[in-house]
């Protein structure tokens, strides 16, 4: 019968939910040293834009599938990640279940917390044996979620979603900043990123269909507010990110000075008042598109400039057999 | 209707493939054989049920596996269930509307009344305690026409509210304002704090009588399972009964030590403050929030003086 309980761990909710666990669990275990926008920049979290076309809150964590997403923004850090999930209602998932337990427990053994889908993500940071409980902060409050070994990854939702962290690399600080910007290419340009399903568009559609949404009037109003403030923070974040980063290359620099433009546009959408205020905001957000739809090609200028062996298309038999 | 347990049971056992006939139902409640096939009879013609008797196995399976026992057969929660259901899908407005407002108007049917009372007590689904607990609250301030203190998005208001509205994934609830004759609509999940003008007892005990449904899943997804305290009581409880509307087994006779379930922390301690106890053994993790709790209430008190 052993406990662990992980104080140093604290999460605080400001940016993706996914972030703000990642960067709990990191900083804790002294694996990342920096201001939250750094790590959101260098994992290309900052730049994933989801819009459900009628603004739903899950839009803020539908950028993807997350094993594909997460695992790429980790490994940019030079992280080792395992992560496990599935959906709930399969047979099997009671076994999965039990094993995730096991490898929940001896990772908070090491001393490095765990990011969990509670609802949205968050961190387990403790386990009591005896009690048979999971100790998971959300972010929000300061109080422990507490869950039973029983009911890991039971939530509201049909699928759960655990994600371990281990041993570091050190990675050449230009090449994370490269592989982020790429990835910001790819998010941007991909409309869709959970086809067969076409009601959450991506990168520079979503911006049309947060716009088509707000049009129309026929939207979720709390969802709304949510993608919005979650929007500005993620804005705000690249912005500050690319600020630290563009003495690099010229084309980050920029790329900076759109998203400086870019912040000014979007500093006082809100929806508070009413009235005019839709159109405003349709407008400044049909600006902000723009904007970063020209900061992208800044990144893809820079992307040319390199090679990019992960994701040639031109067949080399080296990487595509398995001889 | 006297034959209901002796249909289940046949039901059941075509559903688990076993072929039953006449003679097990006979046998299984000892009743006549002749009364064993009224029963089936009175499925197939009044039930309808698809029977169809397979000679080789000697026993009866249904055509249709689709079929199900008619709402006769349904408890007072599932109906429950079913009137929350269809109120919920009356209101739903996203795509395939009409579709499922057709389901509804279906659904409707079997919920045994001309119309669906929607403002009888709720059940609980898969969903945030604290909202359910919300939604009880106004559905009883709906019924008996009660004014609602609240606190929503940092204003203090006085409501009278009129009815529950469901849109895309939140719940609203429409209400007068007491500053005008204005309707006014508010997200439920942006609604702080709410409590009853008017009435002065407390409804936890009511609310924590309704059980947080876990157990239904609409997903197939396994049971949610409720945490367990150890606490030894003063007075003994009835046999197999509730403390003051949660479960609780007895672990200990002459201990008076009870096993209480319980879903929703926070309604549990509301109960622990309010309630007579002797001793609370586990979960630590339990004892810690209630004692946090506790030396709060007290650092306020004492800074009061």
């Known amino acids: 019968m052993s406990s662990v309980y992980l104080n140093n761990i604290r999460m605080k909710r400001e940016s993706k939910s996914f972030i703000d666990s ?15 926008y750094r790590l959101s920049g260098l994992t290309g979290m900052a730049f994933k834009f989801a819009v459900h076309e009628r603004l739903l809150p899950l839009s803020v964590t539908a950028y993807g599938q997350w094993g594909l997403e997460h695992a790429a923004a980790i490994d940019n850090l030079g992280l080792l990640t395992i992560s496990d999930g599935g959906r709930t209602r399969h047979l099997t998932f009671r076994r999965y279940q039990q094993e995730a337990i096991r490898w929940i427990k001896q990772s908070l053994d090491r001393g490095v917390g765990l990011i969990y889908w509670i609802l949205e993500f968050g961190v387990i940071h403790g386990y009591d044996d005896e009690d048979g409980v999971f100790f998971i902060q959300d972010g929000w409050s300061q109080e422990d979620h507490i869950v039973l070994y029983d009911n890991l990854g039971l939530n509201v939702t049909p699928f759960w979603c655990v994600e371990m962290i281990g041993e570091k690399v050190d990675m050449p600080i230009d ?36 716009i088509q949404a707000l049009r129309s009037g026929n939207f979720d109003e709390a969802g709304a507010r949510y993608i919005l403030d979650s929007y500005r923070y993620a804005r705000y974040e690249i912005r500050d990110y690319l600020s630290e980063v563009k003495e690099l290359w010229p084309e980050l620099a920029e790329a900076h000075m759109y998203y400086e433009e870019l912040g000014h546009h979007i500093a006082d959408l809100s929806f508070d008042h009413s009235g005019g205020g839709i159109q405003e905001m349709i407008e400044k957000l049909a600006a902000a598109a723009q904007l970063e739809d020209r900061s ?28 | 209707m006297s034959n209901t347990h002796r249909i289940q049971w046949f039901d059941q056992q075509i559903r688990e493939a076993r072929y039953p006939n006449s003679n097990h139902l006979a046998e299984r409640f000892e009743i006549s054989k002749r009364q064993a096939q009224r029963d089936i009879e009175y499925m197939a013609a009044s039930l309808r049920a698809p029977l169809l008797y397979d000679a080789k196995r000697r026993g009866y399976s249904y055509n249709d596996s689709a079929y199900v026992l008619p709402h006769l057969f349904m408890s007072e929660d599932e109906k429950r269930v079913l009137r929350y259901l269809v109120h919920r899908y009356s209101q739903y407005d996203y795509d395939n509307a009409d579709t499922t407002r057709r389901v509804a108007r279906l659904l409707d049917r079997f919920t045994d009344e001309s119309e669906s009372e929607q403002y009888d007590r709720l059940p609980m689904f898969n969903a945030d305690p604290r909202l359910m607990q919300l939604v009880l609250l106004l559905t009883e301030a709906i019924k008996h026409s009660y004014a609602v203190r609240l606190v929503y998005e940092g204003e203090q208001l006085t409501i009278q ?14 209400a007068y304002c007491d500053n005008g004759q204005e309707q006014r609509q508010f997200r439920l999940s942006s609604i702080a704090y709410a409590v009853m003008v008017g009435q002065t ?23 949610r399972k409720p945490f367990t305290a150890k606490v030894r009581l003063r007075q003994p409880i009835d046999r197999g009964g509730t403390w003051d509307g949660f479960a609780a087994t007895c672990l200990d006779d002459a201990s ?45 008190l004492d800074k009061e003086r």
């Open chain 1, 22 to 36: 990642l960067y709990a669990v990191l900083t804790a275990a002294g694996l990342f040293e920096g201001p939250k």
């Open chain 1, 175 to 210: 090449e994370q900043v490269l592989e982020s910007v790429r990835s910001a290419i790819h998010d941007w340009q991909t409309p869709f990123k959970l086809l067969p399903d076409r009601e959450i568009a991506s990168g520079k559609l979503a911006y049309d269909f947060f």
């Open chain 1, 296 to 323: 992208v090609g800044q990144f893809s200028k820079l992307s040319a400039r390199y090679a990019d062996p992960s994701r040639t298309i031109a067949t080399r038999w080296i990487t595509h057999s398995a001889r």
């Open chain 2, 161 to 174: 509210p009129t009815r529950l509205l469901t849109r895309y994934n939140d719940e609203y609830v429409a």
């Open chain 2, 201 to 223: 007892t407390a409804t936890a005990a009511t609310a924590a009588a309704v059980n947080p449904a876990a157990c239904l899943d609409e997903s197939g997804a396994p049971s």
């Open chain 2, 256 to 300: 008076l030590l009870y096993g209480v379930d319980f879903y929703d922390m926070n309604m549990f301690l509301r109960h622990l403050m309010m309630s007579d106890w002797e001793e609370l053994l586990a979960p630590k993790w339990l004892r810690e929030k209630l004692r946090l709790h506790c030396s709060d209430v007290l650092t306020r």
